[in-house]
């Protein structure tokens, strides 16, 4: 059982505004930045939002971030069919002393 | 260009060794982090452990499931890291990515590999 908790899938139409969650607690989440990772079919995963809402170079605008309290969200606006992919959050937790991941959120594009 | 390119996986018997290399090129990455993450087929990511560089005293800490068995170390004059895999066991069956950090984001895991398949099986 993963110590971030993510909703296993979410769905979206090309143009829409998605949002999804990652839940965790004060050990992480509530006290370190969270990083968010994109991972498309075949493919190894790439970094996407780090710091909790920064995005590295070469991530285009439309991708966001966000953290209140123990929670973060990821939001993606103007969908595109090439933005289905498995989405992570991670954290350094001070109590496991070691990063933690979510189990990931599969975004379908319909 | 940042790459890392893994070397070293393949098929094991339970209660084997393996050891991974990461060859890192476009970068000098002593005081960056390097860290290894796993994936089981068809499963999530799971975090295996990392290395701090030198400017953090190169300091080590493992996942739980690992700790004891896994080992990491890295050569900074060749631009490479290592996971030493002791002790194996089926669930060690995964691919296994090498991630660094990079400059302002050192200690992240900011650029990744494109992973090496290791099989523990009999």
């Known amino acids: 059982q993963s110590v971030l908790t993510q909703p296993r899938s979410a769905t979206g139409t090309p143009g829409q505004r998605v949002t999804m969650s990652c839940s965790g607690g004060t050990s992480n989440i509530g006290g370190r930045p969270v990083n968010w990772y994109q991972q498309p079919p075949g493919a190894a995963p790439k970094l996407l939002i780090y710091?909790?809402?920064r995005r590295p170079s070469g991530v285009p605008e439309r991708f966001s971030g966000s953290r209140s309290g123990t929670s973060a969200s990821l939001a993606i606006s103007g969908l595109q069919s090439e933005d289905e992919a498995d989405y992570y959050c991670?954290?350094?937790?001070?109590?496991?002393?070691?990063?933690?991941f979510g189990v990931g959120t599969k975004l379908t594009v319909l | 260009e940042v790459q890392l390119v893994e070397s070293g996986g393949g098929l094991v018997l339970p209660g084997g060794s393996l050891k991974l290399s990461c060859a890192v090129s476009?970068?000098?990455?002593?005081?960056?982090?390097i860290h290894w993450v796993r994936q089981a087929s068809g499963k999530g990511l799971e975090w295996v452990g990392r290395?701090?560089?030198?400017?953090?005293?190169?300091?080590?800490a493992y996942g739980e499931s690992v700790k004891g068995r896994f080992i990491i170390h890295r050569d900074d004059s060749e631009n490479t890291a290592y996971l030493q895999l002791n002790s194996l066991q089926t669930e060690d069956t995964a691919i296994y990515y090498c991630?660094?950090?990079?400059?302002?984001?050192?200690?992240?895991?900011?650029?990744w590999g494109q992973g090496t398949t290791v099989t523990v099986s009999s």
């Open positions: 290395m701090t560089g030198k400017a953090d005293n190169s300091a080590t």
């Open positions: 710091w909790n809402n």
């Open positions: 991630v660094t950090g990079l400059r302002d984001l050192r200690n992240e895991m900011a650029v």
């Open positions: 476009g970068f000098t990455f002593s005081a960056s982090g």
């Open positions: 991670a954290a350094w937790d001070d109590y496991v002393g070691g990063w933690v």
